[in-house]
């Protein structure tokens, strides 16, 4: 099958991503987007900073024995010099994202977006896992260290995307459900970073949101097209679900209303190619 540009996701695209990515780390030191270093810290302190339930790849000799027998969960102690960066990636790949006028699919940016996030994660030494939804199908893959990671994940995103364009009659959720499913799976203390248009988010959107946030930092990567954006003047004709309408577009105000419900949140556009930016750069 020959992939169409802006439409399909690159399989081999969001593993290019991952070569930028490593390109910037040998540039100069990582750094968290709260201004601190990304990457793992090597050695053990002496001061113990935190318990947390056991994850794969956990080193079983820090498994916390008294915590462990308190909560008959397996624990693991943290030090403050070895605190790990953990963070989940998740993608809206629903209908409403579907579409695009420049360029490339909101989908197709919003998942390239993400995967460019994870690598540069997993180049700083953190964890990396995914909750990524279309319409009548979720997956999940938890958070792990190295770029094996990075790889299932690219794969799963470009399979998720694959099966959002040819299958399109499952059910839809809404954004607050996807967000909701996702922050219940990761530990507290998880990065998430949500990749969406901020469609059909649901009434309880603002309530979930502030419930994540007292769980996990969260941040938006907001996915809007030049339209949403800059809207040209006129009344233009659109087919949706119930035939073909007349329409006045407005400008979005999704980045405004994030910011007023306290998510930090950066707007992507779907000419916006990583890829074609390191080149000229």
Excluded: N
Excluded at 59 to 71: E, K, V, W, Y
């Amino acid at each position: 099958m020959t992939l169409r540009d802006g439409i399909d996701l690159s399989l081999d695209r969001l593993v290019a991503l991952g070569r930028l990515a490593v390109g910037e780390a040998r540039g100069g030191q990582a750094h968290s987007h709260s201004g601190g270093t990304a990457g793992r810290r090597r050695g053990q302190g002496a001061d113990i900073y935190d318990l947390r339930p056991f994850q794969d790849g956990d080193d079983p000799r820090r498994l916390d024995p008294a915590a462990t027998a308190r909560s008959g969960r397996a624990q693991v102690r943290t030090h403050h010099e070895d605190v790990d960066r953990t963070l989940l990636l998740v993608a809206d790949l629903r209908g409403p994202m579907l579409w695009g006028t420049q360029g490339r699919l909101r989908s197709v940016a919003a998942a390239e977006a993400l995967a460019l996030e994870g690598w540069r994660a997993i180049a700083a030494g953190a964890r990396v896992g995914l909750h990524a939804t279309r319409d009548g199908e979720s997956v999940t893959l938890p958070p792990r260290p190295r770029e094996a990671a990075m790889l299932d994940i690219a794969a799963a995103l470009a399979r998720l995307h694959a099966a959002a364009l040819t299958d399109a009659g499952g059910a839809s959720c809404e954004l607050s459900q996807l967000l909701d499913s996702a922050v219940s799976r990761a530990k507290a203390g998880t990065e998430v970073v949500l990749a969406t248009g901020f469609d059909d988010r649901g009434a309880d959107f603002d309530a979930v949101a502030a419930a994540a946030l007292r769980k996990c930092p969260l941040r938006v990567l907001l996915v809007q097209d030049r339209i949403e954006t800059d809207p040209p003047r006129g009344i233009f004709p659109v087919r949706g679900p119930r035939g073909l309408r007349q329409v006045r577009l407005g400008r979005s105000d999704s980045l405004r209303h994030l910011q007023a419900i306290g998510i930090p949140t950066r707007i992507l556009h779907g000419d916006g190619d990583p890829l074609l930016a390191a080149r000229t750069a």
